[in-house]
């Protein structure tokens, strides 16, 4: 009687472990599927991100003096340090800003609210054009500019002209 227990005993515990180790091991195989799935999920994310964030660089980088090497070339074979040269038109349009007129020498809109007119922002497309964004406080607008140095008397002098301009109405 005790061998038929020890042997059902052992039958049950066998089967137990059988169990055991089927059901470890369909465990084991669904994560490890869920792992590759979410590896597979991870790897597309990613490469989506970087598809969008290379889009999002060449944007940045499109219509841009500083990346552009043909207008970079340009303006240093005028015997101009590219480094010195943009901040030089930058400071040159934004001293424009200060003026006693009623007309911003630039800005071919009058203010409607009785402060002046003041560019605040400036890209350099390239080697010959400039856009930027001029405000009252309440009204603003854009417009694209050229630009060249002009010799006056032996000295060089920047020349902006607006080529195109537009003012939006406030909501």
Known sequence: MKQRLFMYLFIFTLLLVI???VNSKNII?????KLTNYMEANTRLKDSIESIQ??????LYTFRFDTNEDAMIYWEDQGFRISEFVPLIKDELMNLNIYETEDHPLV?????????????????????WIIASFTDGEYWGEMLLSYDLETVEDQKELKFQVIKSILYQPN
Not at 29 to 33: F, T
Not at 108 to 128: C, V
Request: net charge negative; glycine share 6%; proline share 3%.
């Open 19 to 21: 169990f055991q180790f």
């Open 29 to 33: 195989e669904g994560y490890d599927q």
């Open 54 to 59: 290379d889009d999002r660089v060449s944007d």
């Open 108 to 128: 071919p809109y009058a203010s409607m609210t009785g402060e002046k007119m003041l560019i605040d922002q400036i890209r350099m497309l390239n080697h010959k």
